[in-house]
C-alpha cells in the first residue's frame, strides 16, 4: 500500500511539473523561408530579402538576394520551400564579413530557453559561376544589440548540400538585455580563397522556438501540490 500511495504521490507530482513547462512557441520571423519573392527555377534578386536587412554596402563588400538554386547548385535544391537567402562576400577589399540581420517583433523574456536553428549551404555554382572552397558562417541571436549565444562555423559542410545550425540561450530572471527586441544574424565570414574572391554562403529554413522555464521556487511549490493531493486522496480511501 505504502509503495502504491508513494507511486500516485509521484506520478501526480511529475503530472503537474510538466504541466508547468509550456509547449515550444514559434516566434515569428518575416520571410524565414525567403520565399518572397517568387522566384522561377535558378532565379535570383540582388536586394535584400524583404524582411531582412543587409549589413554591408551592396557592389562595395558584397551582394545578397533571393535564390531559387536549380539541382546544378544542390541536387536536393532548397531544405524548405523553393528559395534561399544567400551572401556573396568580396573579401580581401570588403569589410570581412557581411550579414543578413533581422530585428523580430518579440523581446527577450526572462526564465525562456530559446533555440535558432538555420539551414546553411554552401552551393557548388551560383549563375554559372563555380564555387570552390567555403568561406565560413555565423548564426547569432541578439538582443537589443548584444549577442546573446552564437554557432561560429561549426558545421563541415559538403559542396552542394545543407547543414542544420543549431544557437541555444536560456534568459535568466535578472539579464540585463530583458525587454529588449530579439535580432537574428546570419554571417558570410568571407574567408578569401586564392585568386582574392570571396565564396557564397546560402541561408534556409530559420526557426526561432521559446520555452518558458518555471524558476525553483515555482517548482518546489508544484511538487508539494502533487504529493498534497495524493496525501489527500489516500486519507479519503482511509476514511471510505
Request: with cysteine; charged share 20%.
Amino acid at each position: 500500500m505504502k509503495k502504491t500511495n508513494l507511486f500516485i504521490a509521484t506520478l501526480v507530482a511529475a503530472s503537474i511539473l510538466q504541466a508547468g513547462f509550456a509547449s515550444a512557441a514559434l516566434i515569428s520571423v518575416i520571410n524565414a523561408g525567403f520565399e518572397d519573392p517568387v522566384l522561377v527555377d535558378a532565379g535570383s534578386t540582388d536586394t535584400a530579402p524583404p524582411g531582412w536587412n543587409f549589413s554591408f554596402v551592396p557592389e562595395n563588400d558584397g551582394e545578397g538576394g533571393v535564390w531559387n538554386p536549380p539541382t546544378g547548385a544542390y541536387p536536393a535544391e532548397a531544405p524548405e520551400g523553393d528559395n534561399v537567402g544567400w551572401l556573396w562576400d568580396y573579401s580581401p577589399w570588403g569589410s570581412g564579413e557581411i550579414s543578413l540581420d533581422q530585428t523580430l517583433l518579440s523581446v527577450l523574456t526572462a526564465n525562456t530557453h530559446y533555440t535558432l536553428e538555420v539551414e546553411i549551404g554552401d552551393p557548388r555554382s551560383h549563375n554559372g559561376e563555380d564555387y570552390d572552397g567555403f568561406p565560413g558562417y555565423r548564426v547569432e541571436l541578439l538582443a537589443g544589440g548584444t549577442v546573446l549565444s552564437f554557432d561560429n562555423n561549426t558545421l563541415t559542410i559538403t559542396e552542394g548540400t545543407f547543414e542544420t545550425s543549431v544557437v541555444t540561450f536560456f534568459a535568466p530572471s535578472g539579464h540585463a538585455k530583458l525587454g529588449e527586441a530579439l535580432e537574428i544574424k546570419l554571417f558570410n565570414l568571407a574567408l578569401a580563397t586564392p585568386g582574392g574572391e570571396g565564396n557564397e554562403v546560402d541561408y534556409d529554413n530559420v526557426r526561432l522556438t521559446s520555452v518558458a522555464i518555471p524558476e525553483p521556487s515555482t517548482f518546489s511549490m508544484l511538487a508539494f501540490c502533487g504529493i498534497a493531493m495524493a496525501g489527500y486522496s489516500r486519507l479519503r480511501r482511509r476514511r471510505k
